[in-house]
């Protein structure tokens, strides 16, 4: 009998048209690219770690370890010589795209889906190809926000299927995001250090926070434990959700922000979803200054139901919106606070909606067809089949 997470799994995949003779998947990422994103991205700390633990398992075991980020794309593999040609023979190199909506059902791809680790063996693979192999894969979280940044994941022939494999990937993966935060700590102390003698002299409300927006320590009111930055961030002044009005200044392993007593925050006004290019992007413009910021998938859709719903939706509204299941509130709750941390007070809730005086503006691809290629929630799939709009222009509606 199948498993419950294996059917939902496959209906999932035959509902983004994955094809079972394994002929759809995306093109394979540059090795230019694919070492930018683990330069530039948060796995690579956590890389060392899994290596150090896992790969000899995978070698001794004939097995091959995998690390992919958020989108499923292959950043990094190790392991025995002859599984990795194996492995190469059906695309499974680095740049590939494993997520359920580019290969079908595989540990990889339904554990970004669910956010937990899974284990897929044999024939519950989707694509025929995969159906000698076994996999067994957990989540990496990113360990101050909890953010999901990709997946740990220990594949080999069926025949070597062991049944420890889930959780020995989950307590690798515990392990690595356990040292990462021990990392995180020892830096945010010294940031700390740093900063006592510059918040003594400050007179108003301030904070010190870390290059990923921790903080480090605060003064003048209760600050939040962390802060959005934007991806590029400059001294000077600028809008900050959450926060407001701020002028920022550098310090060594951070920054100091400083809040705007002077003058009150204008609202803002004008909210403008991109979905044109190859990663959604937000971009929120008011009178007092603009930030941006690249969206997960996941957010992409709740922001794009929003914009659809200007009198706003409930949990379970929002959860038949993505998942096509009303019951699904709990993620819908939890996924919505996520957002709030990124895109701040131009949202609202009791219902789900932008806040007043804020307008929206959709950015769709000339082809509807091509929005959001990994999505499978339903209010993805109905604005696939509206008209075609000029690329780069506000959909209508």
Known sequence: MT?????????????????????????????AEVARRVAAGPLGPMIP???????????????????????????????APEIRRSADALGFVPGAAWGEQSVGTNAIGTCLVLGAPVGVHGDE????????????????????????????????????????SVALVAAVAALAEHELRATHDRSLEQLRRVAAPVLARVGG??????????????????????????????????????????????????????????RREAPATRLTLDLTGDRPRLRVQASSGDWQDVLG?????????????????SAAELADDLFADPTRTVTVR?????????????????????????????????DPATLLPGSVAPVVARERLSPPTRAGGPAPG
Do not use: K, M, N
């Open 297 to 313: 998938l996941r957010h992409a859709e709740i922001l794009l139901a929003l914009a659809r719903a200007p009198r706003g939706r």
């Open 3 to 31: 498993r419950p997470l294996i059917d939902a799994s496959w209906r999932r995949v035959a509902a983004a048209g994955v094809d079972r003779g394994g002929t759809t998947a995306p093109a394979v990422l540059s090795g």
């Open 49 to 79: 770690v899994l290596r150090e633990r896992l790969e000899p398992v995978a070698r001794a075991c004939g097995q091959l370890l995998v690390v992919t980020d958020v989108d499923g794309r292959v950043l990094w593999q190790a392991g």
């Open 334 to 366: 939890a996924e919505v606070s996520r957002l709030r941390r990124t895109a701040g007070p131009v949202l609202a809730t009791r219902p789900y909606r932008l806040a007043e005086g804020v307008s929206a503006h959709v950015l769709l691809p000339a």
């Open 205 to 262: 409300r301030a904070l010190v926070v870390g290059p990923d927006g921790a903080t480090a320590a605060v003064t003048g009111f209760s600050g939040p434990a962390r802060v959005h930055l934007p991806e590029t961030l400059d001294a000077g002044r600028l809008l900050l959700p959450a926060l407001g009005l701020c002028r920022v200044e550098p310090l060594p392993g951070g920054w100091l922000v400083r809040l705007d007593d002077d």
């Open 125 to 164: 693979h989707f694509v025929d190809g995969h159906q000698r192999w076994t996999c067994a894969a957990a989540p990496l979280r990113d360990p101050v926000g909890g953010e999901l940044l990709g997946v740990v994941d220990l594949s080999g022939p069926a025949r070597r299927a062991h049944p420890g």
